[in-house]
């Protein structure tokens, strides 16, 4: 994955996302070094497994670090817990080059980004919901209400 700072594009959907746009992000990447790490596993690559396998790594250990567990105690320490796992199968993968360990850490991986494609999805759609309600709410005239049905 290029730096953010070499790549004008990545860096300027890192710095407009939202939360949950970076939460997938951060799924789509460990998602992509693992599936690398796997390839280069198969192909005897174990110099290349290990840096891929590393960074996967890196990524679940700073989503782990990323849980405010003032904010949901109980959900967070679910997920430190899904962390934990996924970070295990990786290092087990990295250790003793197991593609099974791979594929399971791939498989939680993916479950994971699928439910934050999700709810991302319903967080945008409630915003734009939400957006002319507030712009009425405070008084701002939208494009509807300047539209006159009346000829």
Known sequence: MADAG???YLRNAVMTAGPEQLQLMLYDGAIRFASQAREAIE???IENSFNLLTRAQNIVREMENGLRHEVSPELCSQMASLYRFVFGKLVDANVNKDVQA???ALKVLRHQRETWAILADKVQKAQTTELPVMQQAEGVETPQ???SLEG
Request: cysteine-free; overall charge negative.
């Open 6 to 8: 070499d790549n004008p």
């Open 43 to 45: 192909k005897k690559e």
């Open 145 to 147: 209400d300047s539209i």
């Open 102 to 104: 791979v594929d399971d």
